[in-house]
């Protein structure tokens, strides 16, 4: 079993930047896929960005366009988000989640495609 705890997320202004942070503990050796998501109120869980655990590539949907990096660290256990040029749409609840599978080269995309979840962190972006 592996949990997640996010942590970073708080208030900020519209154009500042914020670093949001993912923990993993448990059987961390059987994740392949760190992802992040997010949930803004009445809309459906977004995808955000993801990284191979083992070999560090990462991938972003075109929607956010440049502005999320991700990064891991694989001794600390512990993945990174860092957002950049924040606007008042980007408010949402961000998830970290974990995927297994037996190609460690895909970077899944999808909700349904990550197993285990963490409670999420809530970002606010004022105007």
């Known amino acids: 079993q592996v949990q997640l705890v996010e942590s970073g997320g708080g208030l900020v202004q519209a154009g500042e930047s914020l670093r949001l942070s993912c923990t993993a503990s448990g059987r961390t050796y059987s994740i392949t896929t760190l992802g992040w998501f997010r949930q803004a109120p009445g809309k459906e869980r977004e995808f955000v960005a993801a990284i191979s655990w083992n070999f560090g590539s990462a991938y972003y949907p075109d929607s956010l366009a440049g502005r999320a990096t991700i990064s891991r660290d694989n001794a600390r256990n512990t993945a990174f988000l860092q957002m950049v040029s924040l606007k008042p749409e980007d408010t949402a609840v961000y998830f970290c989640?974990?995927?297994?599978?037996?190609?460690?080269?895909?970077?899944?995309?999808?909700?349904?495609?990550?197993?285990?979840w963490g409670q999420g962190t809530q970002v606010t972006v004022s105007s």
């Open positions: 989640a974990a995927h297994r599978g037996p190609n460690a080269n895909y970077i899944p995309h999808t909700r349904n495609e990550y197993e285990y």
